[in-house]
């Protein structure tokens, strides 16, 4: 099975930090996902990538950017923090999803 | 556009009662169907998925699965529901050729005694 794993469960940043939540996957998928989970609206695709140094925007790319210099890592990055993005970050690669990073700005 | 609708946000089920959630979709072609579930704090644990074929799909822990395409509905089912079955579960659809998913808002299921 396809383990991702992800480095942190749990973040607190403060507003305007540049905020960096890696994922990395031990299969060799080419698909690499982030989504954002909000309570009452399910959970929303960020951005996605098939292949390395390749990315492609989802529903709600704003905010936010990513690397992928490797296969098996997919970084999410948040270039300046905002309480808004105060949300719990799920990457999958394929259909199998890591643990989750909740993340908290202040 | 892709979408899946989740019309009960809470259910609650008496231990050993038989389980229903309800999931509908709209997709214009030929859908990837999935049930996740997720434990509080935990990431998505993949219950089951439809790709093609036989209609009705057998899971993990004793879940189970029907697409109908008339209905456009992918509900979930079990039949005698465990106190360690309470968790929210999302229902997905996705494209074929891509594994990017729309998911549902999800229903959270409480088991009383």
């Known amino acids: 099975d396809v383990k991702v794993t992800q480095s942190s469960r749990y973040l607190v940043k403060r507003t305007g930090e540049k905020v960096f939540l890696e994922c990395v996957q031990d299969?060799?998928?080419?698909?690499m996902f982030w989504y954002r989970q909000d309570p009452g609206l399910g959970l929303r695709l960020i951005y996605f990538s098939y292949d390395v140094k390749m990315k492609e925007k989802g529903d709600i790319p704003e905010g936010y950017s990513v690397s992928r210099e490797k296969k098996e890592r997919f970084s999410l990055i948040l270039e300046s923090a905002s309480t808004n993005q105060t949300s719990m970050y799920l990457c999958a690669s394929g259909y199998t999803f890591g643990s989750g990073t909740r993340l908290t700005v202040v | 556009a892709q979408s899946v609708t989740q019309p009960d946000i809470h259910i609650t089920v008496s231990e050993g009662a038989s389980l229903e959630l309800r999931c509908n979709y709209s997709?214009?072609?030929?859908?990837?169907l999935f049930w996740y579930v997720q434990s509080p704090g935990q990431g998505l644990q993949l219950l089951l998925k439809?790709?093609?074929?036989?209609?009705l799909v057998q899971g993990i822990k004793g879940f189970e699965a029907e697409f109908k395409r008339s209905q456009s509905s992918f509900n979930l089912r079990k039949p005698s529901v465990h106190w360690s079955d309470a968790a929210e579960y999302f229902c997905a659809v996705g494209a074929l050729g891509f594994q990017k998913l729309v998911f549902g808002t999800g229903t959270r299921l409480l088991v009383s005694p």
């Open positions: 439809y790709f093609s074929g036989d209609t």
């Open positions: 997709y214009g072609a030929t859908p990837y």
């Open positions: 299969m060799d998928h080419e698909n």
